[in-house]
């Protein structure tokens, strides 16, 4: 009996290959016209092995399920999500791990409109009054972006999302490993604005 020949290995995706991949995804999902359905034979055919082409870093709200809004089938990114996009350790050594064993060539951070997130900084500032706890290092995280609009602006919770997805951005620029991956071309890192409203999603960086 013959063995069977070795998989062919999956082609190398360039950064900008995959931030478009992303950008058509979503116009096919606000267009009505979606490719995958996240159905169980996707889900088989992706699970001997994974090459996906993104991280994606974005909020834990419901209204925002990433694999849906950029029309990615299963095997294609891998999501982190917490409130906010708020970083800690475990964030930042699952996008290294992201960039460093499986090869993405993309680091997205998404934010979105009317982040609860960010508003609840903004009137925690604005009372005086940060929550104790795991809920208050939610609380600092954002608040540098807070302070940097101003806590009296009437737009502080959409301009502080946007000054707080650049800040994350930078951030992930520092992760162990991807300074050097970027240098050679292999890793972009971008941000973008998820619009709750229309489902576009709006490029930053």
């Known amino acids: 009996m013959t063995a069977s020949p070795p998989p062919t290995p999956a082609p190398v995706m360039r950064p900008a290959d995959a931030l478009a991949a992303l950008v058509a995804g979503n ?41 849906a809004i950029f029309d990615q089938t299963f095997g294609s990114i891998c999501v982190i999500r917490s409130g906010g996009h708020v970083v800690d350790r475990a964030v930042l050594g699952s996008v290294g791990f992201a960039v460093g064993a499986l090869g993405v060539p993309l680091i997205m951070v998404l934010g ?25 290092y939610l609380v600092n995280e954002i608040a540098p972006a807070v302070l940097a609009v101003g806590v009296d602006d009437p737009d502080v919770t959409e301009k502080a999302m946007r000054v707080h997805v650049g800040r994350t951005v930078r951030r992930m620029r520092d992760v162990t490993g991807v300074p050097a991956a970027i240098a050679a071309g292999r890793v972009a890192v971008a941000g973008a604005v ?11 960086t």
């Open 112 to 136: 979105h409109v009317r982040c609860g997130a960010v508003a609840a900084t903004a009137a925690a500032l604005r009372g005086g009054d940060r929550p104790a706890g795991d809920v208050g």
């Open 194 to 204: 998820y619009d709750l409203d229309t489902g576009w999603v709006d490029l930053l």
């Open 27 to 67: 116009r096919r999902f606000v267009s009505g016209r979606p490719e995958h359905g996240h159905d169980v034979s996707a889900a088989a055919a992706a699970s001997g092995g994974q090459k996906p082409h993104a991280v994606v870093l974005g909020c834990i709200d419901s209204r925002v399920p990433l694999e």
